[in-house]
Structure formats: structure tokens, C-alpha cells
């Protein structure tokens, strides 16, 4: 499981996420991405959105199953 955490300064006060997520890529499989979500539902669409682009890049460079699992979600402004 990692963390990952997204930060931005808004005018004079920061703000971030923290995305807690688990990445498994099998080389040599047939290409496919499976995600599985988890967290809160708000953010379910911008995420999925988010991985299908990284996905998009990412399967140009590599041939492969790339799964998802997005567990929490969590925003501090």
C-alpha cells in the first residue's frame, strides 16, 4: 500500500490530498487496466479519469495488465 500525497498553495493557505492506493503491473499479460475503488464515492469519477489518462501514456511504454486499487481519500484545505 502506498501514499501519495498531492499538494497546492491557494493564495496564502495550502491545501492537499493524500491518495492511498495499491499499483500491481504483470508484464506480459494481455494490456488491460482494472480498477478497483474504494473510497469515497464524490471523488470515484475524477480518479477514474485521472488513472485512464495516466493509462493511456503509461501503455504506449509498456505492454501489460496495470491494476488500480484506490482505498482513501483524503483532503485538508
Known amino acids: 500500500m502506498q501514499t501519495y500525497k498531492l499538494r497546492k498553495q491557494v493564495k496564502n493557505r495550502g491545501c492537499y490530498a493524500e491518495i492511498v492506493f495499491d499499483i500491481v503491473f504483470l508484464e506480459g499479460s494481455e494490456q488491460e487496466l482494472v480498477i478497483e475503488y474504494k473510497a ?17 501514456y503509461f501503455r504506449r511504454e509498456r505492454r501489460g495488465r496495470l491494476e488500480v486499487i484506490i482505498y482513501e481519500i483524503d483532503w485538508y484545505l
Open 40 to 56: 469515497a464515492s464524490q471523488w470515484e469519477q475524477m480518479c477514474k479519469a485521472g488513472i485512464t489518462i495516466f493509462y493511456d
